[in-house]
């Protein structure tokens, strides 16, 4: 196995990713909650809780495996909220309105999700301390420059070669991380419907 998404990104072990290895791992995890959140895995929908860079673990062809089910959550089917006296997780990956209310829904997995896609698209972490105050959470950091192709650009990974990746495809995939960390829940997209647009994203990128 190549280890877990966040060092591998964070230059641990001196693994280069292009962008099609990047869509790779990202339609894997989202087939992976995909999964977790219909009620083929144990009978009911499953909410992770937990997803995270480092809990994503890359076999020797990049397929991404989701790791650590200490947090996940068994969410009944006929309620689709759970209310919660602790809030659980980890800092920089948190739904914000799971953060207020205490309610946990299958929607807390996708902000997370969007996290992650946001570090695949610009290779840096959820919160950087290292960084001044603005640059230190990266959410904040995307919103500024979302739906500015020139700007957006720059944000981009570095370490990825700029042939192997379109402009296309890459808007829209910073265009599906933003609906995923939309503040409310219900602004964000399933995990079923990221499955399908990072398919289309995959195919816009081999018109290269």
């Given at each position: 196995?190549?280890g877990?998404?966040?060092?591998?990104l964070?230059?641990?072990g001196?693994v280069r990713?292009?962008?099609?290895?990047?869509l790779?791992?990202a339609?894997?995890?989202?087939?992976?909650?995909?999964?977790?959140h219909?009620?083929?895995?144990?009978g009911?929908?499953v909410?992770?809780?937990?997803?995270?860079?480092?809990?994503?673990?890359?076999t020797?062809?990049?397929?991404?495996?989701i790791?650590?089910?200490?947090?996940?959550?068994?969410?009944?089917?006929?309620?689709?909220?759970y209310a919660?006296?602790?809030v659980?997780?980890t800092?920089?990956?948190?739904?914000?309105?799971?953060a207020?209310?205490?309610?946990l829904t299958?929607?807390?997995?996708?902000?997370?999700?969007?996290?992650?896609?946001?570090?695949?698209?610009?290779?840096?972490?959820?919160?950087?301390?290292s960084q001044?105050?603005?640059?230190?959470n990266?959410i904040?950091?995307?919103?500024?420059v979302s739906g500015?192709?020139?700007?957006?650009?720059?944000?981009?990974?570095?370490?990825m070669?700029?042939?192997s990746?379109?402009?296309e495809?890459?808007?829209?995939?910073?265009?599906l991380?933003a609906?995923?960390?939309?503040?409310e829940?219900?602004?964000r997209?399933?995990?079923?419907?990221?499955v399908?647009?990072l398919?289309?994203i995959?195919?816009a990128?081999?018109?290269?």
């Amino acid at each position: 196995p190549k280890g877990n998404l966040q060092d591998i990104l964070n230059g641990i072990g001196e693994v280069r990713m292009d962008w099609p290895v990047r869509l790779r791992i990202a339609l894997g995890a989202a087939r992976g909650l995909a999964y977790l959140h219909s009620t083929t895995a144990v009978g009911v929908p499953v909410v992770h809780r937990d997803f995270k860079s480092s809990n994503i673990l890359l076999t020797e062809h990049f397929e991404a495996k989701i790791s650590d089910f200490g947090l996940a959550k068994l969410m009944p089917q006929d309620i689709d909220l759970y209310a919660t006296t602790r809030v659980l997780g980890t800092f920089g990956y948190f739904d914000p309105e799971y953060a207020l209310t205490g309610k946990l829904t299958l929607q807390s997995d996708v902000y997370a999700f969007g996290v992650v896609l946001l570090e695949l698209l610009t290779g840096r972490r959820a919160i950087d301390l290292s960084q001044g105050t603005p640059e230190q959470n990266l959410i904040v950091r995307m919103q500024q420059v979302s739906g500015d192709r020139k700007r957006l650009r720059k944000v981009v990974d570095r370490d990825m070669a700029r042939s192997s990746y379109t402009p296309e495809s890459v808007s829209m995939f910073a265009g599906l991380a933003a609906r995923c960390v939309c503040f409310e829940s219900a602004g964000r997209p399933s995990m079923a419907d990221c499955v399908k647009e990072l398919q289309f994203i995959m195919y816009a990128n081999m018109k290269i």
